[in-house]
């Protein structure tokens, strides 16, 4: 379950992760990021 959306349809399909920090970052506004946490990237 994801803690931050709670939602429960999750891939296993993933490239890496992205470890926001600082939600007012440039990179977390690029990727639509408004929360900080660990987010998988290049999701197919």
């Given amino acids: 379950m994801c803690p931050?959306?709670?939602n429960?349809?999750?891939t296993k399909s993933w490239r890496g992760?992205?470890?926001i920090v600082n939600a007012d970052s440039d990179i977390a506004r690029?990727?639509?990021i408004t929360a900080?946490?660990?987010y998988a990237v290049?999701?197919?």
Avoid: F, S, W, Y
Wanted: proline share 6%.
């Fill in 4 to 6: 931050i959306c709670k």
């Fill in 17 to 19: 992760t992205l470890i």
């Fill in 8 to 10: 429960t349809d999750l």
């Fill in 36 to 38: 900080p946490g660990r």
């Fill in 42 to 44: 290049k999701v197919k």
């Fill in 30 to 32: 690029e990727a639509g």
